[in-house]
C-alpha cells in the first residue's frame, strides 16, 4: 500500500490538526504527524499524513505538492519506507 505521504517544508507553526483538516479534503485522514525534535519539542519542518487508501493518497499528492499551506510552499510525495541504519 502507498497511502502514506511524506509532507515536507511544513511551516514552523503548523500543527497536526491543521495537517489533518488540509488534507481530509482528499479523503480520509487515519495519521497526522508531524516531526519534532528529540531535545527540542520543535518541529523539524516535515510530517507524514496516511489516508485511507492509496487513490486518495495520489489525489493529495496531485492536489498539494508544491502548493501555498500557510504561506509557505510544501512538498507532498509518497513516503519511501524507512532504510535500516547499520553501523
Do not use: C
Amino acid at each position: 500500500m502507498n497511502n502514506k505521504l511524506f509532507v515536507g517544508s511544513i511551516p514552523w507553526k503548523t500543527t497536526e490538526d491543521d495537517l489533518r483538516a488540509t488534507f481530509a479534503e482528499f479523503g480520509t485522514v487515519v495519521s497526522a504527524r508531524i516531526i519534532t525534535d528529540k531535545f527540542t519539542g520543535k518541529s523539524r519542518g516535515f510530517g507524514f499524513v496516511e489516508m485511507s487508501n492509496d487513490d486518495e493518497a495520489q489525489a493529495a499528492v496531485s492536489g498539494m505538492d508544491g502548493k501555498e499551506f500557510q504561506g509557505r510552499p510544501i512538498a507532498v510525495s509518497i513516503a519511501r519506507p524507512m532504510e535500516n541504519k547499520q553501523a
